[in-house]
């Protein structure tokens, strides 16, 4: 069985910063990729910045540059460095592990940027 657990989320005033992070048990975790969706109010889940197993990244254009997503293959967690927020920031950010032809989601952690 996998999990995956979020932390970190918060309220911060716009320009702040915040830091996410997402523990994953499994053995699998090391050979997965890992990613941090976020879905706003009244709005489509969007995939934020993904992470593969050899340590590539991408990410959405809307926080190119002011978001980091890292991983501690050795202790089974990624991170989400979030810098410069804004309120259109504001949302439910949810992890996910892929294993193949499967994902594992979390059960989502709430940023508010307030203005």
């Known amino acids: 069985q996998v999990y995956v657990v979020e932390s970190g989320g918060g309220l911060v005033q716009a320009g702040g910063s915040l830091r996410l992070s997402c523990a994953a048990s499994?053995?699998?975790?090391?050979?997965?990729?890992m990613g941090w969706y976020r879905q706003a109010p009244g709005k489509q889940r969007e995939l934020v910045a993904r992470?593969?197993?050899?340590?590539?990244?991408n990410y959405a254009d809307s926080v190119k540059g002011r978001f980091t997503i890292s991983r501690d293959n050795a202790n089974n967690a990624v991170y989400l460095q979030m810098n410069s927020l804004k309120p259109e920031d504001t949302a439910v950010y949810y992890c996910?592990?892929?294993?193949?032809?499967?994902?594992?989601w979390g059960q989502g952690t709430q940023v508010t940027v307030s203005s």
């Open positions: 996910i592990l892929w294993a193949g032809r499967s994902d594992y």
């Open positions: 499994g053995s699998i975790f090391s050979l997965s990729a």
């Open positions: 992470i593969t197993s050899g340590g590539n990244t």
